[in-house]
């Protein structure tokens, strides 16, 4: 009985041991599935920083004739003079102006809206964010033409005032969702042993409260600023005879391509890599302290 129970565990072991060739096979499958994985990785890398490049490279080509669109030489003149152009150099001023304000404004309001979404129910919060989620959804043609017809309704002169309000009006629902993301996890009771020891409202607020969801209002600052600065299509219609910084390009590519216009979007991407970079750290420096 012994040496049969035996003979019987040592088929049993044998069956229930998997053939060496199967697994050599999908181990052998897998590193081919790694493989390709890198490589659709890599190419969709490389379709989406090819621009940048062909831009920075650019920059530093030899303008010669009115495009420029064909590598000559390499030069530094261009970014010894990146404000040749003064019509170049006034769009971009009003472009990042107009980022910059309507981004602060942009920021109180969508974090407000942020704040009484989470923390109050009120009737008619779904309506609120229906309404939030539209600019989003809703393609940028129909919401500058819905915004241009509500200015000439209005007998409002398109110009910076109109590119302002339509700038806030797509920055805030861009804000109140990164915001409302980040006031969710937002602990309440914290405000309310603030002002179980004496703090008030106001005090609560800004030693307490906000401290606490300024990262996710400086990422929402920072996506606002750059969507307000890179928009085309909605500043297309309610700009009117004033020019910023992306009309400017379009109408470039049609007349005459000036190396400059390369050099300050290489600027503009440097500073923002710079501040990525600034955040990323500081972030680390947090989580580690």
Do not use: C
């Amino acid at each position: 009985m012994t040496v049969a129970g035996s003979q019987i565990g040592e088929v049993l072991s044998e069956e229930a041991t998997p053939p060496p060739k199967k697994r050599s096979l999908l181990g052998r499958d897998r590193k081919l599935g790694d493989l390709g994985l890198r490589i659709v990785a890599g190419l969709v890398l490389l379709y989406l920083f090819l621009p940048i490049f062909v831009i920075i490279l650019f920059s530093f080509n030899k303008p010669v004739g009115k495009f420029n669109y064909t590598w000559v030489g390499f030069t530094l003149e261009n970014w010894a003079d990146p404000f040749k152009y003064p019509a170049l150099t006034e769009a971009l001023k009003l472009s990042l102006n107009v980022a910059a304000v309507s981004t602060l404004i942009a920021l109180v309001l969508g974090t407000l809206i942020a704040i009484a979404l989470v923390r109050q129910r009120f009737r008619g919060s779904k309506a609120v964010d229906t309404f939030l989620v539209l600019p989003l959804t809703a393609p940028e043609v129909v919401m500058g033409a819905s915004l241009l017809t509500l200015f000439l309704d209005l007998g409002w002169a398109t110009g910076y005032t109109t590119i302002l309000i339509a700038h806030i009006a797509f920055e805030v629902s861009f804000i109140a969702m990164t915001v409302r993301a980040r006031v969710r996890g937002f602990d309440w009771t914290l405000e309310d042993a603030s002002m179980d020891l004496g703090s008030g409202p106001g005090r609560t607020f800004f030693r307490v409260t906000l401290p606490l969801i300024v990262p996710g209002i400086i990422a929402a600052g920072m996506l606002s600023f750059a969507l307000s600065l890179d928009d085309f299509i909605i500043t297309y219609f309610v700009s009117g005879s004033t020019v910023t910084y992306p009309l400017y390009v379009n109408a470039a590519t049609k007349a005459a391509i000036p190396p400059q216009i390369d050099v300050l979007a290489t600027a503009i991407l440097l500073v923002s890599l710079l501040l990525l970079g600034i955040g990323t750290l500081y972030r680390r420096k947090r989580i580690v302290g």
